[in-house]
């Protein structure tokens, strides 16, 4: 995986002026591709493949959105989480207001304290 130094840039966060690594994402590869390649390595039609996909991600989005997590064997946990601002005084909350979006968590799939996920990685410094 490759990274490069960021300097935090945001005066309000603690870290400001401090430099830490980020990834470099080099590329995205999109569901047909992952499809095509998932496909030559199993005896499945693609558009049985991509029916499968479309069909799964309909209704893992359908059960994000309705508060469930949702785990996936061999992968891991996701769940939706609110960010919200905070208030002093409870009757003072508004949803509109203060409510400022949803994030996806993903949690990897851990198998007596290791991370199938993260096996592997190595680290190399963009040039």
Not at 9 to 35: M, N, R
Not at 108 to 114: A, L, M, R, T, V
Request: overall charge positive.
């Amino acid at each position: 995986m490759k990274y490069r130094i960021k300097k935090e840039t945001k005066p309000k966060l603690p870290t400001f002026g401090k430099y830490k690594a980020v990834a470099v994402h080099q590329q995205t590869i999109s569901s047909e591709e992952i499809i095509k390649e998932a496909c030559e390595q199993n005896p499945i039609s693609e558009g049985v493949m991509i029916a499968a996909v479309m069909r799964l991600s309909e209704v893992i989005n359908r059960h994000l959105r309705q508060g469930d997590r949702v785990r996936l064997q061999d992968w891991g946990l996701m769940k939706l989480e609110i960010e919200s601002d905070k208030v002093d005084n409870l009757e003072d909350f508004r949803v509109h207001k203060h409510i400022r979006g949803v994030r996806l968590h993903f949690i990897p799939e851990s198998n007596d304290g290791s991370q199938a996920l993260y096996e592997g990685i190595t680290f190399e410094k963009e040039r």
